[in-house]
């Protein structure tokens, strides 16, 4: 019985190590698959990225050829879940007489809009750092004669984003706004903080950055790296978590919620910006009175405009 079983064994492992290898398909090369217009200088794109091997949906203000290009990165939802951009703001009405072509990822949920060590079981394969910083722009090029000068601004979660793509490809984005970010992920308080929001969607933030002793925490800390910034034109925001002129006593909740999360934010700008100012890099700033909340980032589209329009030339 034992020699029988012995036999079976080899003869199933000499099959399959004689067996011909299956052919993976292959994703093909990044590209533009749908162009749709939706109304005056609004485009919804849809690009395949191949680092992801899925398509992408993309908010477009195209500005025409030779215009520089601004990413505009959704907050922790993504915006999947009802709060992009273009619903939460005036997004299309502001830019719509401005000299720049505006792209809004419609995704990438709890992503950090980063690549991932390994696929998580929610959210599949996250690499968007590849796919915005490598793979998009030279389609923007080609498709829509998009000039390389480009910036990325984002919020709450994807404010720490933008900035870590601008540390991640440099000489890639000449300005970056980070509204309402938290520049901090390895300190123990602040991974407790991305662990908590990539939890809320079921995902889990080790297939991100790995365990809490991996490096890679480290290396996507804007503070830690805040010299890689330098040359960067920068635009940074925070309100200090009291009410102010956009919350209402008639919405209790949100100036609560809002208020606690924009207070944390506040004490990780803080030593984002001691650093910066040690290492001699300027910044411009708005520290306000004021909650985690959209009419505050609706506000940071104006006042970050002057520092993003003289880095790229619009």
């Known amino acids: 019985m034992i020699r029988r079983t012995l036999l079976v064994l080899l003869t199933a492992l000499l099959g399959a190590l004689l067996a011909p290898a299956t052919a993976t398909a292959d994703p093909g090369p990044a590209r533009i698959l749908d162009v749709r217009p939706i109304g005056g200088r609004q485009l919804e794109v849809v690009v395949h990225s191949a680092a992801m091997d899925r398509p992408i949906t993309l908010w477009v ?74 793979e998009l722009p030279p389609l923007l090029q080609q498709r829509f004669g998009a000039a390389d000068r480009m910036a990325v601004a984002g919020v709450s979660m994807s404010a720490t984003s933008a900035l870590n793509l601008a540390i991640e490809h440099p000489g890639r984005f000449r300005a970056v706004g980070a509204f309402s970010g ?97 290492l001699g890099i300027p910044a411009g700033t708005d520290l306000r009175t004021g909650t985690h909340a959209w009419p505050y980032w609706q506000d940071d589209l104006r006042n970050s405009w002057p520092v993003i329009a003289a880095a790229v030339g619009a």
């Open 61 to 134: 203000s195209n500005a025409g050829e030779g215009a520089p290009v601004l990413y505009l990165l959704n907050a922790v939802d993504g915006g999947e879940d009802g709060g992009p951009w273009t619903r939460r703001t005036d997004v299309a009405e502001f830019y719509a007489d401005k000299p720049i072509t505006v792209v809004v990822p419609m995704g990438g949920r709890a992503s950090y809009y980063t690549d991932w060590q390994a696929d998580d079981p929610v959210l599949g394969r996250n690499r968007w750092s590849t796919f915005l910083g490598d």
């Open 182 to 278: 938290c520049p901090r992920t390895s300190d123990p308080a602040a991974r407790a903080m991305v662990y908590a929001q990539l939890g809320v969607f079921g995902a889990n933030a080790t297939n991100m950055w790995g365990g809490p002793a991996d490096p890679a925490w480290p290396a996507h800390d804007p503070t830690v790296n805040a010299d890689r910034l330098r040359g960067t034109a920068l635009y940074v925001s925070a309100g200090n978590g009291l009410p102010g002129p956009h919350d209402s006593l008639a919405d209790p909740d949100r100036a609560l919620v809002g208020g606690i999360m924009e207070s944390v934010i506040n004490g990780c700008t803080g030593p984002f910006l001691a650093r910066l100012a040690e």
